[in-house]
């Protein structure tokens, strides 16, 4: 057995070792089962162990499990089948497969029907069919639950792609479309303001052209990593396309969102790019209600007071009312 596994075995006591209903068969059974995984398990999944939520749930919910299995008790809540589905998932990748988390599961019905056949003796009122039978139908339960969670990740994770620009991480086009509409119902309902700020980057093209797309690209990650440590974090971070980001502020004036803009811009300049120079960027701010009561009319007074901006050299430019 690896050290992992030795040290998990020994690391806990007696007392807090068994959840208030596991008796001590549960608590063996998920001993051995979860040295059963850590031996087989690379180093760096051992890592991601969730060591205080199975040494301190997984005993009583196998305990339920195997009263389940022979009659003793009400079959798992739904409750706790998902969150015994979870625990079991946990071996893998951070976000394990359905397959994964399926074949952890038949690992543990394995076990599980082990222990229960270890205490069955032939002279049982009750035959062991009849008892794997239970046990069977609350495996069920276990596995509905996982699948149920495989499905929402995999909806999850497809919300993301669907809203994730692939070179930065930020936002994307669609996602600033319906957070818009979010702080238009907002602004109506709570009368709560907000800040639309655009900007983009200056001299890009040139970056392009002399040192290569991979070099400008560059320079887009790296501004993107900048905004995201200046704003808030309720703050919304966008790339809407090419050159040209923007920032989502709730609960931000005109007059706040002119001095975020100034501190992107301070960011942005603090940059080092290809050249050996910062990078500048100019800026547009527009606020609700100042400037407007509709997000799509902000982003475009936004986007107006960008140019502008830039055609007189300045960093920063306001939409007007």
């Known amino acids: 057995m690896p050290a992992p596994a030795r040290q998990f075995r020994a690391s806990t006591p007696a007392a807090e070792r068994r959840g208030p209903s596991a008796g001590e068969e549960a608590d063996r059974l998920a001993r051995d089962w979860v040295s059963l995984v850590v031996d087989r398990a690379p180093l760096d999944e051992i890592e991601r162990l969730p060591s205080d939520a199975l040494r301190t749930e997984l005993p009583g919910l196998l305990g339920r499990l195997l009263g389940t299995a022979r009659g003793e008790g009400a079959i798992l809540t739904r409750w706790q089948a998902a969150r015994l589905a979870s625990l079991v998932g946990f071996r893998g990748r951070e976000d394990p497969t359905f397959a994964e988390v399926m074949g952890e599961l038949a690992d543990l019905e394995h076990s599980v029907a082990a222990h229960v056949h270890g205490g069955w003796s032939p002279g049982a009122e009750e035959p062991f069919p009849r008892v794997l039978e239970r046990l069977g139908l609350a495996l069920v339960e276990i596995r509905a639950a996982a699948a149920e969670e495989g499905l929402r990740r995999r909806s999850r994770a497809l919300e993301r792609l669907a809203n994730t620009d692939p070179l930065t991480g930020l936002h994307n086009r669609r996602h600033l479309l319906e957070e818009l509409e979010r702080l238009d119902q907002t602004m109506v309902r709570y009368g709560h303001p907000y800040a639309v700020l655009v900007f983009d980057v200056v001299g890009l093209k040139a970056v392009n052209d002399s040192f290569g797309h991979a070099a400008g690209d560059r320079v887009l990650v790296d501004l993107a990593r900048a ?30 969102a002119h001095h975020l803009a100034r501190r992107l811009s301070s960011a942005a300049s603090a940059l080092e790019g290809p050249t050996g120079q910062g990078t500048a960027i100019s800026v547009g701010v527009a606020a609700c209600p100042e400037h407007g009561d509709r997000g799509e009319d902000l982003l475009r007074r936004a986007d107006a007071a960008m140019y502008r901006a830039r055609a007189v050299g300045e960093e920063v430019g306001s939409a007007s009312a």
Not at 228 to 233: F, I, S, Y
Not at 240 to 255: H, I, S, W
Request: aromatic content about 4%; glycine content about 4%; some cysteine.
């Open 227 to 256: 905004t995201e440590a200046t704003v808030r974090t309720v703050d919304s971070v966008v790339r809407v396309a090419g050159d040209e980001f923007c920032v989502l502020a709730p609960n931000q004036t005109a007059r706040a």
